[in-house]
């Protein structure tokens, strides 16, 4: 029906018309229906094909354009969560630079810090559901004194026995200060090389406040399984680790073997509990690119698998080669490492382990119903791999030993005062 | 034209030009609309919220950062990694302990070594302020033990140069020129490590950096290095007893800022090799 009201009052006029007449008044009939234009009045419509598919054609390119560019903006994480898509294939869309670590999980491995407590299987759990009357070691803790266990000279740790089950923590870090200081000869020469090389090659001014060698981390080890005598194996690849043991009641730890890269120590043994102690320079030389891909005996550095999640792992995965490099090498390193570690204990690396870079609390076995009381470092000796010098008291008159220690060397070893590593520059009419 | 087909032309030349712009003259157009949020931001802040900047001095050698390496060659008011006198010690540990000092664990010797170097290197700078240098600082040294188990420092003196250095500011096209040349030597044997050789050394080098720099308007003696050979025990003995067996083997390297329509790397190291050794 057309809404040209001209024609209306066209068609009402010669009804009138009929009426006057006394006519019969023609029937209304619709007029013929006719597609008009948008735009011209009462212009026949045309068909535009050619316009109107162009048209279509830049809408949708717009639209698409901006689709993909909107797309590409949106955060990573809301379009993995949109798209539902797997991580791996979610790592190669974000690109290696833009897998970050976090604060729980770093490039080679998860991070658990205090108050939360690693374990083998599962989530962190809160350490209140562990322990109770909980008093943290730190920095200021007293110790009452040292006992040394003597190093393991020749790679021959004792084996477990049928009886006995072997659990082991691996690590890099501990998550709180230890009480001590403790370095050789070696180390505090190195330590001194590296603060020298600071400032003769890399222009550095010499500071001996902040570059202390000595320092030690300690990790709670929470074990609940009474199931059998426990063979315990703490291992770690970075600055010593004092290991704080904390049974369960009914918990009963035969054997230590403590493998560590520095000199380490245990806390709260039980009375018939002995100690072993392997230091990885004794056997293995210090690590380099490729070195310890090869299997070896007493191949005792305690490499950790790379897992999927380590952020090292997941920039492999997104196409970094230095990464994939890296964890190539973690992973042969591993494979090196497990074979000792089988040949000396009778059991994979990974069975009953808490493997993870740093922790501050650690539990082996089950979580226990109720918690048990924890044991606190202050007040009991610590079993000690002794070195050239060592250091216990308060954190401060530690590190006033250890830098006066650093201090007298480096003095002999210029030959003079600190102030010759860089000497002041000299004008010619100074001459 | 209908008013249509005008609507029509309109609505494509909407819809049209952004993302051709977009596509053709994207970054033109990024620099064109930060430019006007620029000048919307200065025109606010400056006129209301902020005081007047302190004045920060004009660098009047801001130009030379246009180019990788020219300030560092050519700023003459500071000692840059530009310009070094590389230097060299081949020690026993006997040597590399004061006389009379008790020999230390032999962990403790790459220690002493590297903590000594700074102290030890220092005075090689005499000869430079004798020679190439206003000002001279001992700016990296590194030590090794080699295979002989003797210990060989290696610094790097900094200096400040006693000559011009030429205006590099008038070069049109400029590029940066390096070449290096071995400094030729009398006689069969390599002249002694002595002060005397290496302040004749370095006073050749630079010799030659002047003439350089009459050609092509600037130079810049960038490094000079002072190599210690020591002769074999089998060579001291054809050899007048008392001979030095340090011997100095000394390499100019010379840096000029020269039009590259002109002059390549190529011409410039054949121009340093026949002025060094022009037989």
Known sequence: ?????????????????????????????????????????????????VRNTLIWMIVLAGLGTGGYFGWKALPPDFVALVSGSDA????????????????????????????????????????????????????????????????????????????????????????MTAPIHALSNAQLAAQLLENVRAVTQDGEDYANDNRLGGSKSS?????????TPIYLVLQNMGPGVIWNLHAAPDVTVVHVALIGSDFSGVANKQTDTTIEAVLVGDFVPPHQYGADDALRDCMVRPWRNPQPDWIGARKATAGDLSYQNQMYSYTKGYEAYNRWYTGAFGVDAGLNTVSLRDAAHVLLGPVPAN?????????????MMPTDHMFTGSQASRETAVAQLQNSLLTAAIGGDVGALNPPAMERNSQ | MSGGKISFVIFLLILGLPIAGLNYLGADIT??????????????????????????????????????????????????????????????????LNAGEAQPDSALLELYAAARAPARLAPYCADILETVGLVCDVIRTE??????????????????????LGDASVVENGQLLNARAVLPQTGDLLPPNDPATRTAMLTQAQDFCDQLRAQFGNCVLSRVNLEVHELWITDLEALPAGTNPQRLETTAYFTVFADQTVLDATGFAEIVATLVNPG
């Open chain 1, 1 to 49: 029906m057309s809404d040209d009201r001209r024609q209306q009052d066209f068609a009402s006029r010669l009804n009138r018309i009929a009426h006057e007449r006394g006519e019969e008044p023609p029937m209304p009939t619709d007029p013929p229906r006719r597609e008009t234009s948008d735009f011209n009045y009462n212009a026949a419509q045309e068909r535009h094909p």
């Open chain 1, 88 to 175: 791996e294939s979610d790592d190669l869309a974000l690109g290696p630079e833009n897998i970050l670590e976090t604060d729980t999980m770093s490039l080679e491995g998860p991070i658990v810090t205090s108050p939360l407590v690693a374990q083998a299987d599962g989530a962190p759990l809160d350490l209140n559901l562990v322990v109770s009357n909980a008093s943290l070691t730190n920095g200021e803790t007293q110790i009452t004194d040292l006992i040394p266990i003597v190093r393991n000279a020749r790679c021959t740790l004792r084996a477990p026995s049928d009886a006995e089950k072997v659990m082991g923590v691996r690590i890099e870090n501990g998550g």
């Open chain 1, 219 to 227: 990790v709670d080890v929470f074990l609940t399984d009474t199931s």
């Open chain 1, 371 to 383: 918690p048990f009381d924890y044991s606190e470092m202050a007040g009991q000796p610590l079993h």
């Open chain 2, 31 to 96: 620099k064109w609309t930060s430019a006007i949020a620029e000048s919307g931001i200065t025109g606010v802040s400056g006129s209301e919220t902020e005081t007047p900047a302190a004045e920060i001095p004009e660098d009047s050698l801001a130009w030379m950062d246009a180019v990788p390496g020219l300030r560092a060659s050519f700023v003459t008011d500071e000692i840059t990694p530009g310009r070094y006198v590389g230097v060299h010690e081949i020690l026993t540990t006997e040597e590399l």
């Open chain 2, 143 to 164: 030590t090794f033990q080699n295979r002989q188990g003797k210990w060989e420092i290696r610094g790097q003196l900094g200096y400040i140069p006693a000559a011009p």
